[in-house]
């Protein structure tokens, strides 16, 4: 019996306090309401802002809403498009590399890599026991048919309508399906934390440059996609002081020397030359082109990371 | 003592061979290069090309020859080689240095050929104070003119283009100027491809004809970029003008994106392999279901034939 009224009070103490907690809920709403109306009518405070176009207008404080659409989703979404209308490829011209390492030390600056860590990477060839070595820069191909994005799990990976294939950080979950299926080895995977992490934390992801890297994702060569987008080219092409790499648009068949500035027909000098593409057999299709490491302008001279070499 | 004598000798001997090897920045050329003479004359169209292969091939290190603009490499600096203590050297000399290389230096024995690098020497020359004389006896004589004017014409059916560059002299008449080297250059996306051909050089009446190459891409209706100009600025300066033509080869780029294929995200995948896959995953679970129904129904087939 005692249980039961007990029981009936701590009803009624929950039904009262249910309704002047819900009376209070109404009546500061109406307040804010108010508030509100109020602030409309007042002659508010005007703020100078810039339209789209260049335009200084005057616009009322209390209309001001933050934006929409994030910038991150904006990346995203023009990382994930692509630039319409174009078809990059890159060609290197082995008979001009001499290990100066220009463009590894570009890159890494510019995708914040340490230095064990290459997007392209300069490897010392030689095919067989009695063939001449040299030097080989290798960034990943671009491929037209590429293994790697058909393992994504997640959509990750992709390739774009003007040929690059590009890592989302975002979405990668480090399952290194990729990295297996690549057959140039071009993928490298954040095991510890990247560099400069801290530096770098509050930057907004740039999935055209892979940048701020995130620790348990993979990355990889991007052609320096946020270059292009201003009519740059790649970090590693502009560094080169050697000519070894030419970079364009092949529906415009023309490529461009970082070095030099000189622009040549793509489909000439790949012809002339005798140039090549890696691996063609596995039916990858890449868009990196060379051209074979004849009539070098500088002799091969021995290890690859001595200092006397690295011109 | 004999003997001593001799030894010293033989290391002062070797001391001032190395000392005069030193001298020459530790760069020989044999004498028989050293003779070598630029079998190409000073021209000012020899001049003006090799100016245009100085600027692809050298000025990336060298920088622009006088200004001291070189790229600052270190431990050795490349040279201004428009210095006056460079050019004291000999033709065939500078020629060898340009072949072999050294240090940072490439060897262009193979990348440039014979005919570019003489053309690179004559341009350098034409900064030599001591032979500055000689050169100008060679040069193509134009009238004194102002108010120099760049026409252009374009064919389309033919796709040739002709330039007329011509000047009013003193007595008001407009004249064609004569050998003077004009670029015709085509937009990409990274810098400008020269369609000049072999001698983009103007003619008597001052006119000059390139023929435009029949198979390169331009955009869906075949437009091109052209920029025209006066290649060396140093005659009349800055002369240029920009035209879109439609000479181009028609070119509707392909996005790869429009086909499905394998290697294609979600939505870009191949039919077959969503279907296959769709049916898969319906065909496993009628499969799981039908069997769950069988076992809910066996204890109701149990009862009835009790």
């Known amino acids: ?311 | 003592m004999k003997n001593t004598m001799k030894n010293i000798a033989a290391l002062f001997l070797i001391f001032v061979f190395s000392g005069s090897m030193a001298n020459a920045q530790g760069w020989t050329v044999p004498a028989s290069a050293k003779k070598k003479q630029n079998p190409y004359e000073a021209t000012s169209k020899n001049i003006s090309s090799g100016k245009k292969i100085y600027n692809i091939q050298c000025k990336s290190c060298h920088g622009d020859p006088t200004m001291a603009n070189m790229l600052p490499l270190a431990p050795v600096a490349p040279t201004d080689l428009g210095a006056q203590n460079f050019l004291v050297q000999s033709d065939g000399e500078i020629f060898y240095k340009v072949n072999k290389g050294q240090g940072a230096m490439p060897a262009f024995e193979k990348t440039i050929s014979d005919e570019d690098k003489w053309m690179v020497i004559a341009f350098l020359r034409s900064f030599d104070k001591n032979k500055k004389v000689k050169q100008q006896v060679a040069e193509v004589k134009n009238p004194e003119v102002t108010d120099v004017k760049l026409e252009l014409n374009v064919n389309e059916e033919d796709k040739t283009m002709l330039a007329k560059l011509s000047g009013l002299t003193d007595k008001g008449k407009r004249v064609g100027l004569q050998g003077i080297e004009m670029s015709f250059l085509v937009k990409r996306s990274f810098g400008y491809l020269d369609v000049s051909g072999e001698d983009p050089y103007t003619n008597e009446t001052g006119d000059v004809q390139i023929q435009f190459p029949v198979d390169l891409p331009g955009d869906r209706e075949g437009q091109v970029n052209m920029l025209v100009k006066v290649t060396d600025d140093a005659f009349y300066g800055k002369l240029e003008e920009a035209r879109v033509v439609t000479l181009g080869v028609p070119t509707d780029p392909v996005n790869p994106l429009d086909e499905r294929a394998m290697w294609g995200t979600r939505a870009n995948a191949p039919i077959w392999i969503i279907v296959t896959f769709v049916g898969g995953v319906l065909a496993i679970w009628s499969v799981i279901f039908m069997v769950l129904f069988q076992m809910i129904k066996l204890p109701k087939l149990a009862k009835s034939k009790d």
């Open chain 1, 1 to 311: 019996m005692k249980e039961e009224t007990s029981n009936h009070s701590r009803r009624k103490f929950l039904k009262s306090f249910g309704i002047s907690v819900g009376a209070a809920g109404v009546v500061s709403s109406f307040s804010l309401i108010g508030a509100a109306k109020a602030a409309a009518k007042k002659p508010a405070e005007m703020v100078n802002l810039l339209t789209q176009d260049g335009q200084l207008v005057q616009v009322d404080k209390n209309q001001l809403r933050p934006t929409v659409t994030e910038p991150l989703d904006e990346l995203q979404k023009r990382g994930r498009e692509g630039i319409p209308g174009k078809s990059f490829v890159m060609v290197i011209d082995l008979s001009k590399c001499r290990n100066a390492r220009k463009c590894m030390d570009a890159c890494q600056n510019h995708h914040q890599l340490r230095q064990d860590q290459h997007h392209i990477n300069v490897l010392q060839m030689q095919d067989a026991e009695h063939t001449a070595p040299y030097f080989m820069p290798k960034p990943c191909q671009h491929c037209d048919n590429p293994p790697c994005t058909k393992v994504c799990p997640v959509d990750a990976t992709f390739k774009r309508q003007d040929g690059i294939v590009l890592i989302d950080n975002e979405r990668c979950i480090g399952c290194r399906f990729c990295i297996a299926a690549c057959p140039y080895s071009a993928r490298i995977f954040q095991w510890t934390e990247p560099k400069d992490a801290e530096k770098y934390k509050d930057l907004t992801y740039n999935i055209e440059a892979n940048v701020p890297q995130k620790k348990g994702t993979v990355s990889k060569c991007l052609f320096s996609a946020d270059r292009l987008r201003e009519d740059k080219l790649p970090s590693c092409v502009s560094a080169c002081p050697n000519g070894v790499y030419y970079f364009g648009d092949q529906n415009e068949d023309a490529v461009t020397n970082g070095t030099t500035g000189e622009t040549v027909r793509f489909s000439k000098l790949i012809e002339d030359n005798a140039g090549y593409t890696l691996m063609e057999e596995l039916g990858t299709k890449p868009r990196v082109y060379y051209l074979p490491p004849k009539n070098r302008a500088f002799e091969f001279n021995g290890d690859l990371l001595n200092e006397e070499n690295l011109h």
